[in-house]
């Protein structure tokens, strides 16, 4: 059975840190996505990591993959408040998705 | 163009009740999926339809559920004589296709709530 683990499960951060959500798994996969919901809201999509040592950088977030240690990264550069919400990480299992538990992160002033 | 959409946003039920979700997929998307989301268990992946093959029903909690997709495009999500275990979130997406870049668009959801 694939497992996904992400921590931390909970952050606070103050404005213009830096900081990296981490994502495990635990079988064999080349495809990775991250996505974000806000409150009360559904899942948009931020990333989709196809192959090992992908890099993907949209504004303030970037994700890498590392396949061989079965590993994927969100990096937040110099926070803003807008980025508070919950991060998922989810790894492609026979055309499904299996998804970690969810980062929420607020980012406060 | 326009996004998944779902019908349902909210459904209230009576435990034993049957429900219906209804799920729209962006247009020309060939794969579809059910997921659910509970506090409990997080993100849980219920079903999924490729074109004209066999779902796959991997994900289905029990023999309450079950879905169909009417030529190739809509997606009904059935759960019989429901339980107040299944109060949770039911998303559904969709996909263009198997390979390449994309990726699963979500629905805004079904909240189920069985009392």
């Known amino acids: 059975e694939l497992k996904v683990e992400q921590n931390p499960l909970f952050l606070s951060m103050q404005e213009g840190k830096n900081y990296t959500i981490y994502c495990n798994y635990s079988?064999?996969?080349?495809?990775l996505y991250w996505y974000r919901q806000d409150p009360g809201k559904s899942l948009e999509s931020l990333f989709v990591?196809?192959?090992?040592?992908a890099v993907k950088q949209e504004g303030r977030l970037m994700a890498s993959l590392d396949t061989k240690a079965r590993l994927s990264t969100l990096h937040i550069t110099a926070a803003v408040h807008d980025l508070s919400a919950t991060y998922f990480c989810?790894?492609?299992?026979?055309?499904?998705?299996?998804f970690g538990k969810g980062t929420s992160l607020l980012v406060t002033p | 163009g326009a996004g998944v959409s779902q019908s349902p946003s909210n459904k209230v039920t009576e435990k034993g009740k049957d429900v219906e979700l209804r799920c729209d997929p962006i247009?020309?998307?060939?794969?579809l999926y059910w997921y659910r989301q509970s506090l409990g268990q997080g993100l849980e992946f219920l079903i999924y339809f490729q074109g004209n093959s066999a779902p796959d029903k991997s994900g289905l909690p029990s023999d309450r559920f079950s879905a169909e997709r009417t030529g190739g495009s809509v997606s009904t999500l059935t759960i019989q004589r429901t339980q107040q275990e299944d109060s949770a979130v039911y998303l559904c997406?969709?996909?263009?296709?198997?390979?390449?870049?994309?990726?699963?668009?979500f629905g805004p959801g079904t909240r189920l709530t069985v009392l």
């Open positions: 079988t064999t996969s080349d495809r």
């Open positions: 247009s020309g998307h060939t794969a």
């Open positions: 997406a969709s996909r263009e296709g198997l390979a390449g870049m994309d990726t699963q668009y």
């Open positions: 990591l196809l192959s090992n040592g």
């Open positions: 989810a790894v492609e299992s026979g055309y499904a998705l299996n």
